[in-house]
Structure formats: structure tokens, C-alpha cells
């Protein structure tokens, strides 16, 4: 138990470190090529930030553990805007952007509604308990309305008079790739060993994934949203969890699902897709109403965040 110990916080310390290299690149990239940051944050970040969630993905349903998969990603989405925004807010409040609010966040709300109601559908038609490759290739498809809105958005130059000095496009791609790459094998570490330990005090499967797992496969979008809110990067904060969310429903359960096959057996409840649906409204409501998420607001979604986990731990 003790080397798992040490070795979790050594995940931490990797872990911590890569995201604020990750962050330092992927703004630079962003910046030599007159791009959006929240583009960046979209897209580079926020799938490199859910390479953990993917691999898990993977190595579950390879394994046969489909509470892990769903759960992972149902716990992540959820910790990514409760958690991580939360936390975020607390150090600044996030500037949210009216094209976010008008587009990216409602695409998150529709691919979020989809993902509950395909996880739902046995509870409406009381007949099967799982969840198909055909739910996953649905996932897929919409997700590639997401890359559609990617791409119309990467044709348009913004930061045109940004006189901003960046470093070399160079030091910033190999900065992004290793703080990506540290990312990733702290997460590793991290999600591993606190599983292990986890297991040693006996805690259900379904708990490890909706508590450990989606916690640590968060740590690198926790991690680097509040780096970037800490430097002032607040489009990569927020384009790092929106992106994230989309990326985890599309990718993360769609693509493994439709390949390796479908779930038998779902074990979610209707209070964790009630929560998921739940947080990402808010995240629109609290957008919408004045283009920021404050320190008011990230604390409701920490309050939040503590109630359904202590029901999800007194559940479990």
C-alpha cells in the first residue's frame, strides 16, 4: 500500500507540472498562428486533456468492465464543469465568450441530452439493460457536427493585432508535447494506483469509476484549467472543459463502443444523468446571463459538486 502511495503522489507532481508546460505551448501555438485561444483550447487541449479518459475506455471494455467506461465519463463530465470550472472561478472569474454561449455550449447541452437519453431508454421501454453499438455510432455521428463547427471556425483569423511576443512555434510545439505527454503519464500513475488502493479497502467497481477514475482522468483538465486561469488564459479554461465534455460523450463512449461492442448491464441511476444534464444548463444559465462564470457561481457548483458525492459515497 505504500508504494502505491508514493507513486500517486509522484502522478501528482508529473501531472501538475506537464499542465502548466501544456498550457504555456498550446497558448503560444495559438498565438504564432493568429488563432483562437478558445480554438486551441477546443480542440488541442481538450482531447489531449481526455487521452486518460480514452484509454480507460479502452482497456475496460477490452477487460469487460462496462461500469467503468460509462462511469468514467459520466463522473468526468460531471467534475470537469462542478469541479474544475468551480475551482477555476474561485481563483478568477471566467470570462465566457458570446459565440460560446451561442454555440459551443449548446452543442455540449445537446450531445449531453443525447448521451442520457440513449443510457435511458431501457428505463422508458423497460425492455433491454445496455447500451448498443448503434448508441455508439449515434454518439459519433454527432460528434462529427462538433468537427464541422471546428472547422468553419479554424478558416477564421482572429488575433490579427495581437502584439503579444510569443515563443518560437518550434519550443512551443515540443512545450505542448511535453507537457502532453507528462499529462498523460501523471494521470496514468495517478488513476492506477489510487484504483489499487481502492480496491484494497474493497470499494465497488461502479465507485471507483464514478469517484477515483473520473477524478483522476479529470486531474489533467482540473490541472490545467486552473493553470490557465491563472495565467489569464480564460478561453482555454473554458474551451478546455466544453471540448472535454464533447470529446469524452463523441470519442471516449462512441468510438470503443462501436468498435468493441456494446454494454450489457448499465448500472447508472437516473440521479447521475439528472446531475450531468444538470451542470452543464448551469454552465449555459450562469453564461448566458452575464458572459462569466463568478466566483458566486463556481462556489454553487462546488456546493453542488459535494452533495452529490456524498450521496454517490453514502450510495455506494
Do not use: C, W
Not at 199 to 205: A, N, P, T, V
Not at 251 to 278: E, H, R
Amino acid at each position: 500500500m505504500f508504494i502505491h502511495l508514493i507513486l500517486l503522489i509522484i502522478g501528482f507532481i508529473i501531472l501538475i507540472k506537464g499542465a502548466d508546460i501544456f498550457v504555456d505551448g498550446a497558448s503560444a501555438v495559438a498565438g504564432n498562428f493568429k488563432i483562437s485561444k478558445m480554438l486551441i483550447g477546443l480542440t488541442i487541449v481538450a482531447f489531449g486533456t481526455s487521452a486518460p479518459e480514452l484509454a480507460v475506455s479502452i482497456k475496460s471494455l477490452l477487460s469487460g468492465s462496462g461500469d467503468i467506461v460509462l462511469g468514467n465519463v459520466i463522473g468526468s463530465n460531471i467534475l470537469n464543469i462542478l469541479l474544475i470550472l468551480g475551482v477555476s472561478s474561485l481563483f478568477h472569474s471566467l470570462s465566457v465568450k458570446n459565440n460560446t454561449v451561442k454555440k459551443e455550449l449548446p452543442i455540449t447541452i445537446l450531445i449531453t441530452t443525447l448521451f442520457a437519453v440513449l443510457l435511458s431508454d431501457n428505463l422508458i421501454n423497460h425492455t433491454k439493460d445496455n447500451f448498443t453499438r448503434g448508441d455508439g455510432i449515434t454518439l459519433i455521428l454527432f460528434f462529427l457536427v462538433f468537427i464541422y463547427y471546428l472547422i468553419s471556425m479554424a478558416r477564421k483569423k482572429i488575433d490579427i493585432d495581437d502584439k503579444t511576443e510569443y515563443m518560437p512555434l518550434s519550443k512551443a510545439f515540443i512545450f505542448t508535447a511535453i507537457g502532453l505527454i507528462s499529462i498523460i503519464l501523471g494521470s496514468n500513475l495517478v488513476v492506477d494506483h489510487a484504483s489499487n488502493l481502492a480496491k484494497l479497502l474493497g470499494i465497488s467497481e461502479k465507485m471507483i469509476a464514478l469517484t477515483i477514475i473520473a477524478l483522476g482522468t479529470s486531474l489533467p483538465e482540473l490541472v490545467t484549467s486552473v493553470m490557465a486561469t491563472r495565467k489569464g488564459e480564460y478561453d482555454i479554461a473554458i474551451g478546455n472543459v466544453v471540448g472535454s465534455n464533447i470529446f469524452n460523450i463523441g470519442i471516449v463512449t462512441g468510438i470503443p463502443i462501436a468498435i468493441l461492442g456494446g454494454i450489457s448491464k448499465v448500472s447508472f441511476n437516473q440521479i447521475d444523468l439528472f446531475i450531468m444534464l444538470l451542470s452543464i444548463i448551469l454552465l449555459f444559465v450562469f453564461s448566458y446571463k452575464h458572459q462569466k462564470i463568478t466566483k458566486k457561481e463556481g462556489i454553487i457548483f462546488l456546493i453542488l459538486f459535494v452533495i452529490y458525492y456524498s450521496y454517490v459515497i453514502y450510495i455506494g
